[in-house]
């Protein structure tokens, strides 16, 4: 799309914007927003044993700075909807960077909320999987174990078994200790760009 937000990059890198921001502007009919209103795009990863990438995005009223999460689509409608984009809002007084943050924050403490419910379930996977390594190693070697019982068992068998066995444990903890260090929650959240709307005639 025209106004995707990567787009948003590439007109700031045209113009050379002094905001730090990538950001774009226009007007869109005055019933869809009644106040000069920043639209701020994130995008929220986390990583784990499972890795998530969401999109969020939030609205500031420019004039009471209050910042609100939306939806995509209602950010996206408002996007489409925007016309006259070489509308002149660097001399609007809007202060785009701090607003920004605001928004940064607001999206960042809504994100984690949903990094408390992914790291429940990153959790569960990496439990599941523990368990998976630890009863496939224990299988093997009860396996190994019943030969070792063996009076019978001929002394180089004897050796290549318990070979094995120290073998499978050493597997066994690297495995584990891999399946930790993936299930540790790495979370992380930035503005990859913001829209200024305004309404028509405002």
């Not at 774009?24 to 994130?42: F, H």
């Not at 950010?75 to 928004?103: C, D, F, T």
């Not at 496939?136 to 019982?149: A, I, K, T």
């Amino acid at each position: 799309h025209a106004r995707h937000p990567l787009v948003l990059l590439v007109r700031h890198l045209q113009r050379e914007s002094p905001s730090e921001t990538p950001w774009s502007a226009g007007t869109v009919p005055a019933q869809m927003v009644q106040e000069p209103t920043l639209l701020v795009w994130a995008v929220g990863s986390l990583e784990g044993y499972t890795n998530r990438v969401e999109l969020l995005c939030a609205a500031v009223d420019c004039r009471s700075e209050m910042v609100n999460p939306i939806e995509i689509k209602q950010a996206q409608s408002l996007l489409r909807a925007m016309s006259n984009s070489e509308y002149q809002s660097e001399n609007s007084g809007i202060e785009i960077e701090r607003l920004a943050a605001k928004a940064e924050q607001v999206l960042l403490s809504d994100f984690e909320s949903v990094s408390s419910v992914f790291g429940s379930r990153d959790s569960i996977l990496t439990n599941k999987a523990k368990q998976a390594v630890i009863s496939h190693n224990e299988r093997l070697l009860s396996r190994n174990q019943r030969q070792l019982s063996r009076d019978d068992l001929n002394p180089r068998l004897r050796t290549m078994f318990d070979g094995w066995n120290r073998r499978l444990e050493g597997e066994t903890r690297s495995k584990l200790e891999e399946i930790e260090r993936k299930g540790s929650i790495r979370s992380s959240l930035e503005v990859i760009g913001v829209a200024i709307v305004h309404p028509e005639n405002g």
